[in-house]
Each structure stands twice: as structure tokens, then as C-alpha cells.
């Protein structure tokens, strides 16, 4: 169960969103463009980013870039 620990757990690299621009979801209220967020977590699709509203969120890695 790991994800009851991804929030204290360490960060492996930092990602900067680079935009927001969704097709389908509003993710302008909770991602800041040129913003950087620790990498709590990673899959093929995904990063797992704890976003501006505190909670833990899975974003498509298309919004950010590697820093």
C-alpha cells in the first residue's frame, strides 16, 4: 500500500509544468505553470505530484518537463 507513504516519502527528481492546457480536464486550478513539483511517484502515463490544492494528483507527464 504504498500509497498511504507517497506524500513523506523521497523524491527521486523535480518536474516543472510547463502548461495546462487539457483536453478533457480542468487542471488550471490545481497545476501552476512554471511551477516546480517533486516527483512523489512515477508510471508510464503519469506523474503523482501532491498539487496546489495539498492532496496527491496523478498528471499526464505532457503537462511538465524534467528539471
Known amino acids: 500500500m ?7 516519502s523521497n523524491t527521486g527528481k523535480k ?3 510547463v502548461h ?3 483536453k478533457k480536464y480542468t487542471v488550471g486550478n490545481v497545476l501552476t505553470i512554471g ?6 511517484n512515477e508510471s508510464e502515463d503519469y506523474y503523482f505530484v ?4 495539498g492532496k496527491m494528483g496523478g498528471f ?8
Open 2 to 8: 504504498i500509497h498511504q507513504t507517497w506524500t513523506e
Open 15 to 17: 518536474i516543472k509544468c
Open 20 to 22: 495546462t492546457d487539457a
Open 35 to 40: 511551477k516546480e513539483y517533486e516527483v512523489k
Open 50 to 53: 501532491i498539487d496546489e490544492s
Open 60 to 67: 499526464y507527464k505532457e503537462y511538465f518537463e524534467e528539471v
